[in-house]
Nanobody, 115 residues
Framework: QVQLVESGGGLVQPGGSLRLTCVAS????????MGWYRQAPGKQRELAAS???????HYGAYVKGRFTISWDNVKNTIYLQMNNLQPEDTGLYFC?????????WGQGTQVTVSS
């Protein structure tokens, strides 16, 4: 069983930045895909960004070059750098790991973008 613990959320003004952190314990094997997912109030969870150990990445269309996902193999940590945040980015951000039918999820960290 893998535990994912997120941190780094908070309240930020429009145009601001946040960096989310997800620590995996124990370490995730190299064949998993890691990702950050956003769930806005009243909406379904959607992909923000994903990454594989090879370094290949994929971003949700709404990210539009504002977010960057990275994976520190030594620290077993996934990061999501979010820049130019807008009110529509508000939501609960989850860290997820998946391989086929196997999925692990964190508890989420709240991001609120408001003036």
């Amino acid at each position: 069983q893998v535990q994912l613990v997120e941190s780094g959320g908070g309240l930020v003004q429009p145009g601001g930045s946040l960096r989310l952190t997800c620590v995996a314990s124990p370490s995730i094997s190299s064949d998993f895909r890691m990702g950050w997912y956003r769930q806005a109030p009243g909406k379904q969870r959607e992909l923000a960004a994903s990454i594989r150990r090879s370094g290949s990445t994929h971003y949700g269309a709404y990210v539009k070059g504002r977010f960057t996902i990275s994976w520190d193999n030594v620290k077993n940590t996934i990061y999501l750098q979010m820049n130019n945040l807008q009110p529509e980015d508000t939501g609960l951000y989850f860290c997820g790991a998946d391989k086929g039918r196997v999925e692990y999820w964190g508890q989420g960290t709240q991001v609120t973008v408001s003036s």
